[in-house]
């Protein structure tokens, strides 16, 4: 069965670090793309970062960039978000997803395959 489990959520202060991981199992992800989203109470689930099959392609939502570093290790079949310099806007429930649809945009939730059950960020001020 195929799973995606996030870990690394917890209660950070402001300005604060944090890494989130999302590790695979029941099939490779090492030819498919894999991306975060988040979604906070009441809004809609929102484009946090994505990254191609190699890793050598990487693609930021404007509120995240500078402070978020995407990465993957595909012998671990794992996916990484490096966290750094946290705002309280980052809270949120956050989302593992792989596997891009075919004529998908990396951007559009609806576009992925697979996804984790979340993690939740709580940065406070």
């Known amino acids: 069965q195929v799973q995606l489990v996030e870990s690394g959520g917890g209660l950070v202060q402001a300005g604060g670090s944090l890494r989130l991981s999302c590790a695979a199992s029941g099939r490779t992800f090492s030819s498919s793309a894999m991306g975060w989203f988040r979604q906070a109470p009441g809004t809609e689930r929102e484009f946090v970062a994505a990254?191609?099959?190699?890793?050598?392609?990487?693609y930021y939502a404007d509120s995240v960039k500078g402070r978020f570093t995407i990465s993957r290790d595909n012998a671990k079949n794992t996916m990484y978000l490096q966290m750094d310099n946290v705002k309280p806007e980052d809270t949120a429930l956050y989302y593992c997803a792989a596997d891009l649809g075919s004529g998908g945009s990396y951007s559009g939730s609806t576009a992925w395959n697979y996804w984790g059950q979340g993690t939740q960020v709580t940065v406070s001020s």
């Open positions: 990254i191609s099959w190699n890793g050598g392609t990487k």
